[in-house]
C-alpha cells in the first residue's frame, strides 16, 4: 500500500506544479490594422486643385465591393503626396496614418507604377534614415494612361537590396493594404 501513496503524491505533487508553472511574459500580438480607408492626394507644386484618389472598403474584407477612384494629372508637372489611412469601421474614425509614423521604423509604403511617364519618391524617413512613404513627390512626364498601385507593409527588411528605393520585391514583411488606382496623364 505504500507505494501506492507514494505514486498517487507524487503524481498529485506533479499536477499542482505543472498548473502552477505560468510565463512570466506572455507574448502579445502584434495587432494587424485595419485600414477602410486608403485617400493619396497630389496637389501640383506650381499651384492648382489637388486630384485626391481613393479607397474606400468600410465593411471590409469580403462583403461589398470597395470604391476605388483614380484620378487625371498634367502632364510635365511636380506634385506633393500625401496619404492618409483610416479605420472608418471605428467611431470616430481612427487615423491609421498616426500609428504608422509613430512606428515608422516597422511601416514602409511602397508605390509602382506602371507608366514610364509617372515617377515617385520617397519625402519622408524615419528615425534611421529610411524612407515611410506617407509624403511624397510624383512628377508626370508624357501624355498616358497606366496605374500606381499602393502597398503598406508592416516590418519590411528596409536594409534589403533596392528597398530605400520603394523596391518591394525584397522587402518582406506582411501586407496591411494594397490598392492599384487607375491614373491618366493629360
Do not use: W
Amino acid at each position: 500500500m505504500k507505494p501506492f501513496k507514494i505514486l498517487i503524491a507524487t503524481t498529485l505533487l506533479s499536477l499542482i506544479l505543472i498548473s502552477s508553472c505560468k510565463k512570466d511574459d506572455p507574448e502579445i500580438p502584434n495587432e494587424e490594422e485595419v485600414i477602410t480607408t486608403l485617400t493619396y492626394t497630389l496637389t501640383p507644386t506650381g499651384g492648382g486643385a489637388p486630384v485626391v484618389l481613393t479607397f474606400k472598403d468600410l465593411d471590409g474584407d469580403g462583403g461589398n465591393a470597395p470604391t476605388i477612384t483614380g484620378g487625371v494629372l498634367d502632364s510635365n508637372v511636380t506634385y506633393t503626396g500625401a496619404i492618409v489611412l483610416l479605420n472608418e469601421q471605428e467611431d470616430p474614425a481612427e487615423n491609421i496614418t498616426t500609428e504608422v509614423r509613430d512606428e515608422a521604423e516597422e511601416h514602409q509604403l511602397f508605390y509602382s507604377t506602371s507608366s514610364s511617364d509617372v515617377s515617385i519618391s520617397y519625402t519622408d524617413t524615419d528615425a534611421n534614415g529610411d524612407p515611410i512613404g506617407i509624403t511624397t513627390s510624383l512628377t508626370t512626364t508624357n501624355i498616358s494612361s497606366g496605374t500606381i498601385k499602393i502597398t503598406l507593409r508592416h516590418e519590411p527588411n528596409k536594409s534589403a537590396s533596392g528597398v530605400s528605393t520603394g523596391d518591394i520585391s525584397n522587402a518582406g514583411g506582411e501586407t496591411d493594404i494594397e490598392v492599384t488606382f487607375n491614373l491618366d496623364v493629360q
